[in-house]
């Protein structure tokens, strides 16, 4: 939309003016790929026994949970296939043009973008409760200054940071499931199990979807991958494979040791489950709240990864003003898109309720989940000689199931959550708009655009 031309499409998909350094190993990605979504185990995700209850929400999980598997399989297709910075927007213009190309786009910059204040507000809650006298939103804006920092370093500081910090954090979830695991009680889990029937299974869809939210964001690295054919399907699945082990375990005995109906409003039922068993002063609660922190950071830092490559592909594209895709010559980092996206995410910090933002970046991931799995037939039908060094397995079903459970999530997040959604879509229509009056002003058919895909 801003300065859209032909020039700018082609240097998205046909040349790389603004060349991203090629550093990462399928370790790097495997770290990145949790610690995109390793804070979602800590957080956000109990919000659904709010609306669903312990068992309510525990099958939501099992819902989400198959999505999810059948999707990575069907992006890690996309993510060889198509191994550019833009991830889903690449993929989905080259299989939907333009239009979807923008729709995508939005909906994945939607997504990491408000994923990061909700992740911010969460960090500023735990050293508040650290240190009362740290105030919440300054060490959230803090956070946000010191990890932008580190991402202007380069991609290989910031994925050796990932791994560290992700490596800590699984450490710390175990830890947590031992210590909590012997407390654990069918009967406490059971008196709060379905309160609101299968209605509240629905509405705990968008909660159980933070388990795993951001996962795709491994793809929006696919360029900075070493020999990406072959590094991003072993960091993808083995990405997913570790969450899923840990959500399930972080999910069930959490239920079964703590008040649900408490831990159902609050940024760090983690801690606050282990204070109920342990008590508040213990050693083990305090040490806990300390390094709790590692997750956080974790998913912080990796979302600030997905969501300036995103930024930067949009820019490289035309869809946004040039200047955010400008890289930095020594470092090879997008820069100006680092800084634009932080900036954005600290107002939106401002702005916005924990509960709000993840409802909105649910719902742009939904979007462009779906955006990608279309774009996936499409080019099996239209680009059967396309390239594929991973294929997804059980085709077509594998993708058609990921497909029906994101429109099944969509309807459930917009019943249940309609301002919101007229937030998102309206923002989304407003976005196609400008689009195709700029598109049009400048004089680009809808042909020289289809010659280009």
């Not at 990145?32 to 099958?59: C, K, P, Q, R």
């Not at 490559?309 to 003003?321: N, V």
């Amino acid at each position: 939309m801003w300065g859209y031309t032909v020039a700018g499409i082609m240097s998205e998909l046909t040349t790389t003016p603004s060349e991203l350094k090629r550093a990462l190993t399928p370790l790097h990605l495997w770290a990145i790929g949790v610690g995109l979504v390793i804070s979602g185990e800590y957080f956000g995700w109990n919000y659904g026994w709010g609306v669903a209850g312990t068992g309510g929400f525990l099958l939501a999980t099992l819902v989400i949970t198959l999505l999810y598997v059948t999707l990575v399989f069907s992006l890690t297709e996309l993510a060889t296939m198509i191994p550019r910075a833009g991830g889903p927007f690449a993929y989905s213009y080259r299989g939907l043009g333009p239009v979807g190309g923008l729709i995508a786009g939005y909906a994945a910059a939607i997504e990491f973008l408000l994923a990061t204040p909700a992740i911010a507000a969460a960090l500023g809650a735990y050293l508040h409760f650290l240190h009362p006298s740290i105030p919440v939103l300054g060490s959230a804006i803090a956070c946000y200054a010191i990890l932008t920092g580190i991402n202007l370093l380069g991609i290989q500081e910031a994925a050796w940071l990932a791994l560290v910090i992700t490596l800590l954090a699984i450490v710390e979830l175990l830890v947590y499931m031992a210590l909590v695991a012997p407390s654990f009680e069918t009967a406490t889990f059971a008196q709060y199990a379905m309160p609101y029937g299968w209605h509240g299974v629905l509405a705990a869809l968008p909660f159980a979807m933070w388990l795993y939210v951001c996962i795709e964001g491994l793809a929006v690295v696919a360029e900075e991958a070493k020999d990406p054919a072959r590094t991003v399907p072993r960091g993808y699945l083995s990405a997913i494979l570790t969450l899923v082990l840990l959500a399930f375990g972080v999910v069930i005995l959490t239920a079964g040791v703590g008040d649900p109906r408490k831990l159902a409003a609050i940024d760090y039922p983690l801690l606050a489950a282990l204070a109920s068993v342990l008590g508040s002063e213990h050693g083990l609660t305090r040490l806990f709240a300390g390094i709790g922190l590692f997750g956080l950071i974790a998913s912080f830092n990796g979302i600030i990864i997905a969501y300036s490559r995103q930024i930067f592909a949009l820019a490289r594209a035309g869809y946004l003003p040039g200047w955010l895709a400008h890289v930095s010559k020594r470092r090879q980092v997008p820069h100006a898109a680092l800084i634009a996206g932080g900036l954005f995410g600290v107002a939106a910090l401002c702005a916005g309720r924990t509960d709000q933002l993840v409802v909105l970046s649910v719902l742009g991931a939904v979007v462009m989940y779906i955006c990608s799995l279309v774009t996936l037939f499409v080019l099996r039908r239209r680009e059967p000689e396309l390239a594929r060094p991973y294929a997804v397995p059980f085709y077509p079903w594998c993708p058609l199931i990921a497909l029906v459970l994101s429109c099944l999530t969509l309807g459930a997040i917009v019943y249940y959550n309609p301002r919101l959604s007229a937030l998102f879509f309206g923002m989304l229509t407003l976005a196609v708009a400008v689009f195709v009056v700029a598109r049009r002003a400048r004089g680009v058919t809808a042909a020289a655009a289809a010659d280009i895909a």
